[in-house]
């Protein structure tokens, strides 16, 4: 049964630092992509960083670019989610998704192609 599980999540002043963990099972994280997305209250999903598995890629939103560090550990089937400099803006409810078929990072940040997700954890930056 497949299954991602996040957690890391929390309440931060602005300026600082989380990292979140999205913990897989099921399937080998070494040959997928998985995508990092996140929710705010009244706004749609928009996906924030993609980790690849065809030639170890890594992609980032504009908005997060040089805030965010997105990383894998395929012997703990586990892909971390490094924030720094963390802004209100980045309030959110984070999510992990994976799809089965996908192993490259162009144009991942469509939500409805993705089969599973996680529960999300919460992200909050305030002071």
């Known amino acids: 049964q497949v299954q991602l599980v996040e957690s890391g999540g929390g309440l931060v002043q602005p300026g600082g630092s989380l990292r979140l963990a999205c913990v897989l099972s099921?399937?080998?994280?070494?040959?997928?992509?998985i995508v990092w997305f996140r929710q705010a209250p009244g706004k749609e999903r928009e996906g924030v960083s993609c980790?690849?598995?065809?030639?170890?890629?890594?992609d980032y939103t504009d908005s997060v670019k040089g805030r965010f560090t997105i990383s894998r550990d395929n012997a703990k089937n586990t892909v971390y989610l490094q924030m720094n400099s963390l802004k209100p803006e980045d309030t959110a409810v984070y999510y992990c998704?994976?799809?089965?078929?996908?192993?490259?990072?162009?144009?991942?940040?469509?939500?409805?192609?993705?089969?599973?997700w996680g529960q999300g954890t919460q992200v909050t930056v305030s002071s």
């Open positions: 998704a994976a799809n089965l078929m996908r192993t490259h990072c162009i144009g991942s940040y469509y939500p409805p192609e993705y089969d599973y």
């Open positions: 099921g399937f080998a994280l070494d040959y997928y992509a």
């Open positions: 980790t690849a598995s065809s030639d170890g890629s890594t």
